[in-house]
């Protein structure tokens, strides 16, 4: 029995393998190294005390460099692509953070990407953002100034608590 059963597998293996050539074009073009460029499209670097990540031509700001940063202001693109997304955490228990400026290309800000940002006094979202994820700007106990343009149709739980 347990004969067969591999020699079921070796066929079904070797009909697989040879179903699986045939399907690829046998051009001279052909390269297999682009299916692997493919599915490799993410990178990542710094931007100035940014930290950022490239995930399908497009921008997600995951962090900062340099905790004791006081005023940020995020570009609109970087490397050519554009910034779309404040990746969730990205900014949390920045102490220091007072100002941050956000462009007109962020559709997304992600959960808790100002969490306890206890210095944080004023933020600028712009009309382009359509989302705000749970807890972004719980515990910004200084925040003073800040205005959610109509243009967000979600906003995540507890946004705002903790906040003086």
Known sequence: MKKKLKRIISVLTAIAVVGAANYFPQSENFNARNLISVSASISYGNYGVLIYEIVDDEVTITGLIDRNTTWIEIPSEIEG???????????????????????????????????????????????????????????????QSIVVPNSVISIGNSVFSNCS
């Open 81 to 143: 692509y554009p910034v779309k997304n404040i990746g969730g955490f990205s900014f949390s228990n920045s102490i220091n953070l007072r100002t941050i400026k956000i462009p007109n290309s962020v559709i997304d800000i992600g959960e808790r990407a100002f969490y306890c940002c206890e210095n944080l006094q004023s933020i600028e979202i712009p009309n382009s953002v359509t989302s705000i994820g749970e807890s972004t700007f719980s515990g910004c106990n200084n925040l």
